[in-house]
């Protein structure tokens, strides 16, 4: 390590993308007399959204819960493009003059707890400069996201070294890449996949989605009937505030419906994709997965844009195994062989925790899997540390908006009561543990043995319920015989 930085905060932000920007907007808003600097390690803000380049990158998400809480979202899509996030999120910045306390190419690899200063020291490197950092600050905050940035998750296919085409992942898709009049193949039918099919369609000789299995997917409108009513007609923060509650309560509802009476809500999406793609189409072998609804993920189609290209005869779905990469494409289970110019393998995202940080507390060294969650928000014995994580059933930012809220609360109280340090402690009462979360998706079963643990039982399992969260954070004591205080004397006396 080279020169060092020394700078303490009050707050230290880690990672400027949806979660960090929003982060930062409630500290200017809640606690304005707090020092904080938002380190990214990247060489722009945004996280995700200025990562992915490929074509069509959009929200899978309704931008009324999707944006913040406390800035409305005044564009007409519901269902919002990369670059419109991207220039709603310079906004934000700009409006809360965030721009000082940005610190870009400030790449962190560890962070340390010292319990007689009662402070965290970061450590990292300028991934520009080379220049060493050491930071300090007495709280820290998570928002480095899920996944890993460097690389996408690809499967082992065999064979690949002999493809004579175009290998691509999403994650890494750049500019310089051609598909136009190409024999196109997209490994997968998730999220990423239902974006790109019908974004590259127009452009494609043919396109086509190979599947192991079907995805759950329902059509949502780019421009939501009653969203733009209330605009026209309301101030826009009362516009903001009704387009958004109709929302939370359309994917609440949504979500315990399907695991209530999944057979209903199973039949319920088949008949709309019988109805946009015709009864003649093969719905039971291409859209009828094995899976209940919500046990993983419901893909959003925008605007019936994927099944418009497949009655248009521009791509084709193949739900079949992968046997070998060929020469000149893919040999499947089934023998028969698919040929393209370019395989986009969006196979899914690699879970990474904190970014892949290392943790100590006291020169210890600290595994997140071996510790249980508090309130989706918090590590048991990790002190001054809030991780943001969004929902897994509902917009990433609604969860992310209430856990900046609750921060800004511990905060103040901590403030008012003259104490330095909170520390999650499970009690002696017998908590038992499960998986972080139950989505059967490749993603996630992949890394539940990197993920913190929950309980089974509040405030150490998690919600996934929005107005159960909001009464949580939002209302309940923050002293909940769960949080072990420690106060400036204590620590003098110490």
Request: proline share 4%; aromatic share 12%.
């Amino acid at each position: 390590m080279n020169k060092s930085r020394n700078k303490h905060f009050d707050v230290i932000i880690i990672g400027a993308g949806l979660s960090g920007i929003g982060a930062a907007c409630h500290l200017k808003r809640n606690c304005p007399n707090k020092t904080f600097a938002m380190l990214e390690g990247r060489s722009n803000i945004g996280g995700t959204w200025d990562l992915f380049k490929y074509p069509g990158i959009r929200s899978d998400s309704d931008m009324h819960t999707f944006a913040y809480s406390f800035k409305p979202w005044t564009y007409d899509k519901t269902i919002s493009d990369g670059a419109t996030i991207m220039k709603y999120l310079y906004e934000t910045i700009e409006e809360y003059q965030l721009k000082p306390h940005i610190k870009l190419n400030h790449w962190i690899s560890e962070v340390s707890w010292n319990s007689d200063e009662a402070q965290w020291t970061l450590v990292g490197q300028d991934s520009k400069s080379k220049e060493g950092i050491q930071l300090t600050c007495n709280f820290l905050l998570s928002c480095t996201g899920y996944y890993d940035y460097d690389e996408g998750y690809t499967p082992d296919f065999k064979g690949l070294e002999k493809y004579k085409g175009q290998f691509v992942h999403p994650q890494k898709w750049t500019a310089d890449i051609e598909y136009e009049n190409r024999e196109v193949i997209i490994i997968g039918s998730g999220a990423t996949a239902v974006t790109l099919l019908p974004s590259m369609a127009e452009k494609t000789k043919h396109i086509t989605m190979l599947q192991r299995s079907p995805t759950y997917m329902m059509s949502l409108p780019k421009h939501d009937a009653f969203s733009k009513f209330v605009k026209r007609w309301l101030p826009s923060k009362t516009a903001h505030f009704l387009a958004r509650w109709k929302h939370i309560l359309r994917q609440i509802y949504f979500y315990q419906i399907s695991k209530r009476k999944p057979k209903e809500v199973r039949y319920f999406i088949k008949s709309q994709i019988k109805k946009a793609l015709g009864e003649d189409y093969d719905v039971e072998t291409h859209f009828n997965p094995k899976y209940d609804p919500w046990d993983e993920r419901v893909c959003a189609v925008l605007d019936n844009d994927l099944f418009d290209a497949i009655n248009e005869g521009k791509c084709s779905i193949v739900t079949d195994h992968i046997d070998s990469f060929t020469e000149k494409g893919i040999l499947l289970q089934s023998g028969k062989e698919l040929k393209a110019d370019l395989v986009v393998s969006a196979t899914g995202l690699k879970i990474k925790v904190m970014g892949g940080i290392n943790i100590k507390i006291d020169r210890k060294a600290i595994d997140p899997s071996k510790l249980v969650n508090y309130k989706g928000m918090m590590l048991q014995d990790v002190p001054n540390m809030v991780v943001i994580t969004g929902y897994t059933n509902a917009s990433w930012t609604l969860k992310a908006d209430l856990v900046s809220e609750y921060f800004c609360r511990l905060l103040k109280y901590m403030d008012k009561k003259g104490l330095t340090s909170c520390l999650p402690t499970l009690s002696e009462e017998n908590i038992k543990t499960e998986p972080a979360s139950d989505l059967a998706s490749g993603y996630i079963q992949r890394a539940l043995h990197l993920l913190p643990k929950q309980g089974d039982k509040y405030p150490w399992k998690l919600n996934q319920n929005y107005i159960k969260d909001m009464i949580a954070l939002r209302f309940k004591s923050i002293d909940d015989g769960y949080l072990r205080f420690k106060s400036k004397k204590q620590y003098e006396k110490h």
